[in-house]
C-alpha cells in the first residue's frame, strides 16, 4: 500500500473507534483526521475534553500515538510485515520516552488537580502523549457560562502546575518519529545529539579514544552527526529569534516561549495546552505575522526555508 492508502485507512479505523465510543459521526470524523495528521484542531470550544468520555480519551491516545510513527512501518504492517515495528529502534525510543514523560507529568499533577486518581492518570497521559506526538489536544475540565461560551484559560477552568508544564513543553520539541506526520525536532535527532553529547564528555577524560556512535545496528558517521548538529543550531537560534520578536510586541515571558514552541513544533492548539489563551485573535497583527511565520519554518524543519536565502541555491 502507499503511504496515501496507509493514512486514509487509519483515519478510518480511527473515526470507527471513535463513534464505537461514542462520538457523535461529524466530530469522529473530524478529530479522526485530525488526530492522524496531528493537527489538533478541535470542533468544541472546550476541545476533547468537552465530551468527558474517557474511553475516547483512551482512544485518542493510542491514534497519536499511530501518527507519530513512521508510516513507513505501518504501510509493511498492512503487508503483513510486523518485524519492521517490533525492530524499529526509534518507536522504541518514541514509547519509553512517553511512558517515562507520563510518569514525570502524573507526578506533578498528583493531587493538584482536585480530581480523581483514575481521572489524573488519564489526563497526565493524554497530555503527554498530546505533547510528544505535537497534536496539542486538551482535555483538562473547562467552564461554559450561561450563553454556552468557554471560558478559562484555553477554555480550561483547571491549569496544570508549572513543572507539569514544563515537562510538556520539553516534549513538544522532541516531537515525533521521522517519517510521521508529527512535529518537532524528532526523536531519532535527539538521540543521536545525546550520543554526540556523551562522547564529547568521554573525550574531555580520553582525548584520544575513538568512540564509535551506533543508533541500533546502525553506525551513525560523521555527516549525518554534522547534519544533526547543524540543524539543532539552526532550530535554537530560530527559536530564540521568534520569542525575542514576540517578547518585543508585548508578548510576557512565559506566553513567548509557549507560543514559540507550539508554533515551530506545529503542536496544533498546544498554546492552551500550555496554559496560554484560547486563541490569538486578540494578538497585535505584527504578532500573528511572526507566529506565521514560525508555522511556516516549523512545517518546514526550518533549514528547508531558510536554503532559499542561500545565493548558491538560486544559481545553479
Known amino acids: 500500500l502507499s503511504i496515501w492508502w496507509v493514512y486514509a485507512i487509519l483515519t478510518l479505523i480511527c473515526a470507527v473507534a471513535l463513534l464505537m465510543a461514542g462520538i457523535p459521526t461529524f466530530d469522529a470524523l473530524a478529530y479522526a483526521m485530525s488526530t492522524i495528521s496531528t493537527g489538533g484542531f478541535n470542533t468544541r470550544d472546550l476541545g476533547f475534553g468537552a465530551f468527558n468520555n474517557p474511553v475516547a480519551d483512551y482512544v485518542l491516545i493510542v491514534f497519536m500515538l499511530v501518527a507519530a510513527v513512521n508510516f513507513t512501518l505501518h504501510g509493511a504492517l498492512f503487508h503483513g510485515r510486523t518485524r519492521p515495528h517490533r525492530r524499529d529502534i526509534e518507536t522504541r525510543y518514541l514509547i519509553a520516552i512517553g511512558l517515562i514523560g507520563a510518569l514525570l507529568v502524573f507526578g506533578g499533577v498528583l493531587g493538584k488537580l482536585d480530581l480523581g486518581f483514575g481521572d489524573e492518570i488519564r489526563i497526565a497521559l493524554f497530555s503527554t502523549i498530546s505533547a510528544l506526538t505535537t497534536t496539542g489536544f486538551n482535555i483538562l475540565p473547562g467552564v461554559v457560562d450561561s450563553a454556552g461560551t468557554a471560558t478559562g484559560s484555553g477554555g480550561a477552568a483547571i491549569g496544570l502546575p508549572v513543572i507539569a508544564t514544563v515537562l510538556l513543553i520539553g516534549l513538544m520539541l522532541v516531537g515525533g518519529a521521522t517519517g510521521s506526520t508529527a512535529g518537532g525536532v524528532k526523536t531519532m535527532r535527539i538521540i ?107 512545517r518546514l524543519e526550518v533549514v528547508t526555508v531558510l536554503v532559499l536565502f542561500s545565493p548558491s541555491f538560486w544559481r545553479y
Open 192 to 298: 543521536v545529539f545525546i550520543k554526540l553529547a556523551g562522547r564529547e564528555l568521554s573525550r574531555l577524560t580520553h582525548p584520544h579514544g575513538v568512540v564509535r556512535l551506533r543508533f541500533g545496528d546502525q553506525a551513525i558517521d560523521e555527516d549525518t552527526l554534522r547534519s544533526v548538529w547543524g540543524f539543532l543550531t539552526i532550530f535554537i537560534s530560530t527559536f530564540v529569534l521568534i520569542a525575542i520578536a514576540l517578547g518585543l510586541i508585548g508578548f510576557d515571558f512565559e506566553d513567548a516561549i509557549a507560543a514559540t514552541v507550539a508554533m515551530l513544533t506545529n503542536t496544533g492548539a498546544g498554546y492552551s495546552l500550555l496554559g496560554g489563551g484560547e486563541t490569538f485573535a486578540d494578538a497585535p497583527s505584527a504578532a500573528k505575522l511572526v507566529l506565521a511565520l514560525g508555522m511556516l519554518l516549523g
